[in-house]
């Protein structure tokens, strides 16, 4: 159905408007360090199709049923700012200028009414997803955070890749404020996997784009430490899901 593609153009105009500068995606550190070694976001079908690494994710199934699989994943909004609490689809974020709304590489887009984790079978499409742009315009940041969260820019027929390059701004890794035992010795996760991801990022040439570390020094209005926290003590596994960097091991 290609009733609810939208015009990229268009849609770029509309966020202008609307003050949105930014597009997200937010990841695990694992497969974040998947998209730097590759260059490029990727699709979980892509990934599994090439045998690179990636971080299970319960909604592979559903995804493959809905025929999203292959698609690529922006938000509007940085999750975590607006919402003061972890993002769940991982600590690693990745900041694209919407310039690249622009490049070539985007074809086809959908943006979505709901999160697909949400969609159910016996639904229309039309629940899915917008099928023009002057309802999401209408809708979008209009004072329903709930609804709008579910609202998200879904690239299709892009070949499972979308390269980081040139309208990658930013990238920002969640300080969890936890210590962990590394080697038999007390660290500081966030210091253990910053210089890890300083190595990669150098060693894949990503060095002049900005980075930063969220809640470098302090929290304020964020339950984030908390929930960060809590996976240490009661759900370490879900914690090294996030944070480690072959969660296999
Ligand atoms: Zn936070």
């Given at each position: ?7 990229k ?7 202008k408007?609307?003050?949105?500068t930014h597009?997200?995606h937010?990841?695990?550190?694992s497969t974040?360090?998947t ?5 490029n ?9 090439n ?9 592979d199934?559903?995804?493959?049923d ?38 070539d590489?985007i ?14 079978y016996?639904?229309p499409?039309?629940e ?35 390269s980081?390059?040139p309208?990658?701004d ?17 660290k500081?996760l966030a ?15 990503f060095?002049?784009i900005?980075r930063?570390?969220?809640?470098k020094?302090?929290?304020w209005?964020?339950t984030?430490?908390?929930?960060y ?7 370490i ?13």
């Open positions: 159905m290609t009733e609810y593609n939208l015009d153009l268009a849609l770029y105009k509309i966020l408007d609307k003050g949105i597009l997200f937010a990841n695990t550190v974040s360090v998209f730097l070694e590759s260059k976001l990727l699709s979980r079908q892509y990934i599994e199709e045998k690179l690494h990636q971080t299970p994710q319960y909604s199934k559903a995804d493959k809905f025929g999203i699989f292959d698609d690529i994943f922006l938000d509007f909004i940085d999750i975590h700012k607006e919402w003061n609490r972890y993002n769940k689809y991982g600590p690693f974020l990745f900041v694209f200028s919407i310039e690249i709304l622009k490049s590489q074809k086809t887009l959908r943006i979505t009414k709901k999160n697909p984790v949400n969609w159910k016996s639904e499409e039309e899915w997803y917008y099928s023009d742009l002057k309802e999401f315009e209408d809708n979008y940041k209009k004072g329903n955070r709930l609804k709008d969260i579910g609202s998200m820019l879904i690239l299709k027929d892009i070949d499972g890749k979308l980081l390059r309208h990658l930013k990238m920002i890794l969640d300080n969890p404020n936890l210590f962990v035992n590394y080697k038999n010795e007390k500081y210091n253990l996997i910053g210089s890890k991801l300083r190595d990669i990022v150098e060693e894949n040439d060095t002049d900005e930063g570390l969220r809640h020094h302090k929290l209005k964020c984030c430490w908390l929930n926290n809590s996976m240490l003590l009661y759900d596994k879900k914690l090294k899901l996030l944070y480690h960097l072959n969660p296999n091991k």
